[in-house]
């Protein structure tokens, strides 16, 4: 069992624009070329953002089009988030706030043997790396850049750095690169 970052990033490292729009990302390659499809099939809870659950109810008819539904997981999710938010019919959410080590600890009881995602953005990510709970990021770097925008990881990650696992190109538009996650005495969380 992992917890894991899977997401997309710009070439200048931003997996968002200012405004939270992922617009950008959509023409670079078709998400069924590439690794998702296995990846999610091995996720038991998902961790998310306010702003990427914000941006997936701004965005629920459009996701509903591509997936079939406007909530397009089945795994039970928990959304790190300090305002009340509405939920998604049908969704299996549950809104937290604060330290991420006794959610990941109930996450961890959800997930069973499967992995834990956590979904977006580069801040969440950042709070599990720093509470030691963050094993792998999975990203896709696409082949555009933005200038300006949300950060990928906005943690020095220096030593130890991250180990590089694989390198798979996706298409003409998106790399995508895994890295493991390594703790300062050089093993994985």
Request: aromatic share 8%.
């Given at each position: ?18 405004d ?35 941006w997936m ?21 928990w ?107 050089g093993?994985?969380?």
């Open positions: 069992m992992k917890t894991q970052f899977f997401t997309a990033t710009s070439l200048d490292g931003y997996i968002a624009t200012e939270d729009s992922l617009e950008w990302l959509f023409p670079l390659g078709d998400i069924n070329d590439s690794s998702y499809p296995e990846f999610i099939a091995h996720v038991g809870a998902i961790a998310m953002g306010s702003s990427t659950y914000e109810l701004r965005n629920a008819e459009a996701v509903a089009r591509e997936t079939g539904s406007a909530w397009p997981y089945t795994q039970p999710a959304i790190f988030t300090s305002r009340e938010l509405p939920t998604i019919p049908g969704a299996k959410l549950r809104f937290v706030r604060g330290d991420v080590r006794p959610v990941h600890a109930e996450m961890r009881a959800a997930a069973g043997v499967k992995n834990i995602w956590i979904v977006g953005g580069g801040d969440l990510a950042g709070q599990f790396h720093d509470a030691g709970l963050l094993d792998e990021l999975i990203i896709q770097i696409g082949s555009v850049t933005l200038g300006h925008g949300k950060p990928l990881f906005p943690r020095r990650l220096t030593n130890p750095p991250l180990q590089l696992q694989s390198v798979r190109q996706i298409g003409t538009g998106l790399a995508e690169l895994r890295y493991l996650v390594l703790t300062p005495t093993d994985s969380p």
